[in-house]
């Protein structure tokens, strides 16, 4: 079971990324998905997450109206669409998949994780 995260690398302040995460080995179509981020020297941090259907996301307050989570249920993919980055967004923003349906903000609430995808933002 695998969680692949892919799209990362250097932006300049401003401009956009989408990041993807595609699953292998299992279906997590019935999962809710998020991802979190990871900073040098910081703890990882929530950042977006989606429920099963993807009728439902949720955001952190830092990233609200610049970045959206999207999934294909079909294509058994996430992507994180990043708009607006600022430096403060540098980081290895990791993928996950939650042990249930719902919108999940915890990384308790999350059973498996990708390999993580840095993203650098120059300023």
């Known amino acids: 079971v695998q969680l692949q995260a892919s799209g990362g690398g250097l932006v300049q302040a401003g401009g956009s990324l989408r990041l993807s995460c595609v699953a292998s080995?299992?279906?997590?179509?019935?999962?809710?998905m998020g991802w979190f981020r990871q900073a040098p020297g910081k703890e990882r941090e929530f950042v977006a997450a989606?429920?099963?259907?993807?009728?439902?996301?949720s955001y952190s307050d830092f990233v609200k109206g610049r970045f959206t989570i999207s999934r294909d249920r079909v294509k058994d993919t996430v992507y994180l669409q990043m708009n607006t980055l600022k430096s403060e967004d540098t980081a290895v923003y990791y993928c996950?998949?939650?042990?249930?349906?719902?919108?999940?903000?915890?990384?308790?609430?999350?059973?498996?994780w990708g390999q993580g995808t840095l993203v650098t933002v120059s300023s």
């Open positions: 996950a998949a939650a042990r249930g349906g719902y919108v999940a903000m915890r990384e308790y609430e999350y059973a498996y």
């Open positions: 989606i429920m099963w259907s993807g009728g439902s996301t």
């Open positions: 080995g299992r279906t997590f179509s019935n999962n809710g």
